[in-house]
Each structure stands twice: as C-alpha cells, then as structure tokens.
C-alpha cells in the first residue's frame, strides 16, 4: 500500500514524474481500497480522476475521486447516475451554482436525500420558486418552499399556487399581515384559510372570520384567538355548529356573561355546559 510519507520521503533524483506515474498506476490496481483512495489523492488530472469517480467498484474511491473533481459537466453525471448515496452528495457539495443544482433535484425526483442535500446548497431565492411550479413530488417541493427566504416570493406561492399542501407551507413563513389577512378572507381551501387566520394580529379582524366564514372549521381557529367574552357568547347564541359553539363557551371565563347567556338559551344541553363551566370557575 502506497501511503503519503512514503511518496515524500523518496528524494528528488528517485522520484522523476515517469516514476511518481508509476507508483500511482501500480496503486490504482492494487486490490486493496484504501490504497487506491491514498492514490486518488496525488493525482490531480480530470480526466483520470472523472474515469476512476464513475468506474471504480468502490464508493470510498470514487467518492475520493469525486471531491477533486471540478467539472460540472461530471459532476451532475455522478450526482445523477452513481449507486452510493454517499458518493453523489460528494458531488453535490462540490456543485455551487443554483441552476445546476436544481437541474439535479429535477432528474433525481426520487432520491429525497439528495434532493433535500441540493436545495440546502442553493441561495437563489428565484431559483428555489422556479422549482415549486416544476416538481412533481409534493414533499421535495415543499423543502423548496421551505428554503425561501423572500417575502414577495412566498406570498405568491401562498396565493397562487395549485397545491393548497406547498400554500400552507408557504404561508406558515409570511410575515406580511395584509397578505395573511388576504388569504384568511379569498383562499379556496379551509385549512388554508384556518391556519391563515392563527397568523393575523388583528383581534377585530379574528372577530369578523368567526362570524362570517362558511366553514365551521375556520371560525373555530378564530374563536380560538378570541378573549373578548362579549364576542364569544354571541357566537355561542348563534353559531349553528356545536363544535365551534363549545369551543366559544369553553373560552368565556367571566361568570356573569355565562349566567346571561344561560338565561338566553333554551337548549338544555348548552345549558348543562354552561352549569359545568360556572361550576369550573
């Protein structure tokens, strides 16, 4: 096995390039893997080193290989094509340009990993968005929304995308008050709009998507961000869904209002709630 000190200490008059060539050759044949990984390392031709990183049947030699390897061109081959895992996140790391890189999340759709590994290395906030319209798979595509750090970037997948998944993963990140409140009132799905809604400030606005949302499950996240007992016994007077109902009465700590809501109400059932929650306080 040729092993580093042994190459240096061999003087200048018994290590001539046909010599050192030599050496290099004999180890890369040697059976022996750990030896051709030591020889790897004092080569530094391309082409020898992208022959040795796509052929040699050991990953510890052809990742060796492929961490001096400076070629895109290969490197998107190896990170793309290789059996070991381990071996194209090597060429993943040594890849720095955002294009290239998203160009490998695109052919490699099945491989998460390495797909997760490649958006961790792209900073282009515009190259991360093109790749949320072009990926197929769902969760590959919501690390990419995850990686986006650009506000305006993230409200238009939160408002436009197709998939209310990578919408909501969208929104979980916007800050904009006027785009959550936009989306709390206009998105199609409710669970967008629900998670919308735990997001906004604006406890008159919170009031007014408890009263007025179609759906019971949005009104119930918003009567969850209430603590005006006022708002919320009318909402138990007059919501048609018991779960949201419940979910009011559950939140009115002020013993007055709930003994004045229980002289408004004939629904024995509430009013058993409402005895229980007086009883609790």
């Known amino acids: 096995m040729l092993h580093r000190e042994e190459f240096s200490d061999l003087t200048p008059e018994k290590k001539p390039d046909s010599v050192s060539q030599q050496m290099i050759d004999q180890t890369l044949h040697s059976p022996d893997s750990t030896s051709r990984v030591e020889a790897v390392r004092l080569i530094s031709d391309e082409k020898i080193l992208s022959n040795i990183a796509e052929n040699d049947p050991d990953f510890t ?19 793309c094509r ?18 290239t890189l998203a160009s490998i999340i695109i052919k490699s759709q099945d491989d998460y990993y390495i797909c ?26 919501s ?12 409200a238009r997948i939160a408002r436009s995308c197709n998939d209310f998944y990578l919408r909501a993963v969208a929104l979980k990140k916007i800050t904009d008050q006027s785009v959550l409140k936009a989306i709390a009132l ?9 998670l919308a809604v735990l997001q906004v400030n604006d406890p ?12 019971y499950y949005v009104r119930g996240q918003a009567v969850s961000r209430i603590s005006d ?22 939140g009115i700590d002020n013993k007055k209002i709930l003994l004045e809501m229980g002289s408004q109400i004939n629904d024995p059932v509430l009013s058993q709630k409402i005895g229980k929650r007086l009883t609790e306080l």
Do not use: H, W
């Not at 958006?119 to 790749?131: A, P, R």
């Not at 206009?186 to 629900?194: K, P, T």
């Not at 606005?205 to 759906?215: E, H, L, Q, R, V």
């Open 229 to 250: 007992c006022r708002a919320l016994m009318q909402i138990v007077l007059t919501d048609i869904d018991n779960e949201v109902r419940n979910k009011a009465l559950d």
């Open 186 to 194: 206009n998105d199609d799905d409710y669970y967008v709009r629900g």
């Open 116 to 141: 997760k590994d490649a958006l961790k290395s792209i900073q282009d906030n515009e190259v991360l968005f093109s790749l949320v319209e072009i990926l197929a798979d769902r969760e590959i595509a």
């Open 82 to 99: 290789d059996q070991d895992y381990y071996v194209r996140l090597a060429a993943i790391k040594r890849i720095t340009c955002g294009k």
């Open 143 to 154: 690390a990419a929304v995850c990686a986006i750090n650009d506000q305006n970037l993230l």
């Open 204 to 215: 008159e606005f919170i009031k007014s998507i408890a009263f007025s949302d179609p759906d």
């Open 61 to 79: 030699v052809r990742q060796a290989a492929v961490q001096k390897i400076t070629s895109n061109e290969i490197l998107v081959k190896i990170a």
